[in-house]
């Protein structure tokens, strides 16, 4: 097989290994005489595939005892309004630290929730700077609330490219308040101490798995905190206390996850993705800062995403001509967002160094040729 070059933001890349492994076990499912698909998920089959999933989660992300792990559904922009729902109390002031698209649409999501909530959603940091964030915000510019119900921040702005703590000088805020953060785009991409975040949330279609599953890691103090007047599907503590099998769960995406996680920990976990997402960012950004301009990551280097490398070129004409003949060339999903343009490579987990190498190559030769 051909196997593409896939760059894509999500869905994304998955490693080979766990295809394969879906290949071979999709019509008969542990000589079940039927596919995981197929099974109940109050079966001892599935049961045992969903708590393997979570404790490959709980393991990788070395959790302490008081963290749990939930699959839910609705992917993260759900997130973005069922936390608003669950966690910010009437009266009360949920702060936003803002660093790109998403963490906007999270703050727009909270706002719709006003009515449930009675609280009230403030911005404590925007790096918006004309059309486009280019860091993340530092401490010294946070207007934290105090007593505020929780603090939300993005560590991995996808679409930018602009990325929390990439070095000790991009420290993640430092808060009083409990800590909520998306983690969508990073999450087991990088080691990552938990302890100072409450809840953590990721749609699982870029380093986890496919999409349709969302994954909620969070401190079982926060989840009790919760309200208890909303639909019982929508209250994250539901599905804690039952260990995410309240409803059907999405069980072949969470099947997809156990084996997208058991290929990580058999390859070396977390610190050993991180080491090769890092050399992967690397390889990249090595080439656009030694092209002599041609191309250009707008973003500061100190918050430059390690899994989301944008750049530009000096037009558009040749930024099309360029995803032209990376497509051609069968590396895919190189296009950035519509909503910034230019070139976006996404390099989850999942995305070979070879073809990193091969991307790194085909710059080289591309602005040779048009520089
Ligand atoms: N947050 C971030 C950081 C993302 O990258 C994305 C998806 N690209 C989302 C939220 C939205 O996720 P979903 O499509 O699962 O709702």
Redesign the pocket.
């Not at 992917?75 to 759900?78: E, R």
């Given at each position: 097989m051909n196997r593409a070059m896939n760059f894509s933001?999500?869905p994304a890349a998955l490693p080979l290994a766990a295809l394969v492994r879906a290949q071979s076990e999709l019509v008969d499912f542990d000589h079940s005489g039927m596919s995981i698909m197929e099974q109940s998920h109050r079966g001892k089959v599935y049961e045992n595939v969903h708590h393997e999933a979570i404790t490959l989660v709980s393991e990788l992300l070395e959790l302490p005892k008081d963290y749990e792990v939930l699959f839910v559904q609705g992917?993260?922009?759900?997130a973005f309004a069922q936390i608003a729902m669950n966690f910010l109390e009437a009266g009360k002031t949920a702060d936003y630290v803002v660093n790109g698209s998403?963490g906007e649409?999270a703050v727009n999501e909270g706002r719709a929730m006003v009515n449930v909530s009675g609280g009230t959603i403030h911005v404590a940091a925007s790096t918006k700077k004309d059309k486009n964030y280019v860091r993340v915000p530092r401490q010294d510019e946070l207007t934290l609330t105090s007593d505020a119900a929780y603090v939300h921040i993005?560590s991995?702005?996808?679409i930018h490219g602009v990325e929390f703590a990439v070095t000790e000088r991009t420290p993640f805020p430092k808060v009083s308040a409990p800590l909520v953060c998306?983690m969508?785009?990073v999450i087991l991409g990088r080691r990552i101490d938990v302890t100072p975040f409450d809840f953590i949330y990721a749609?699982a279609?870029?380093n986890i798995g496919p999409?349709g599953v969302?994954i909620i890691v969070a401190k079982k103090s926060m989840l009790d905190r919760g309200r208890k007047d909303l639909p019982a599907v929508l209250q994250y503590r539901v599905h804690a206390e039952n260990k995410s099998l309240y409803n059907t769960p999405p069980t072949f995406g969470v099947y997809l996850v156990r084996n997208t996680l058991a290929w990580l920990k058999a390859e070396g976990g977390v610190a050993w993705v991180e080491k090769r997402n890092r050399d992967k960012a690397r390889v990249l950004y090595d080439v656009i800062d030694n092209s002599g301009g041609f191309y250009r990551c707008p973003v500061e280097p100190d918050s430059r995403s390690i899994m989301n490398v944008v750049w530009r070129l000096p037009t558009p004409e040749l930024e099309e001509a360029f995803v032209k003949e990376t497509t051609h060339a069968r590396m895919i999903g190189l296009k950035g967002h519509r909503s910034v343009g230019g070139i976006r490579a996404s390099i989850y987990n999942a995305v070979e160094p070879e073809g990193v190498a091969a991307l790194a190559s085909f710059m080289k030769d591309f602005a040779a040729r048009h520089g």
């Open positions: 933001a999500g992917g993260a922009s759900t998403w649409k993005t991995n702005e996808t998306d969508s785009s749609g279609q870029k999409s969302t």
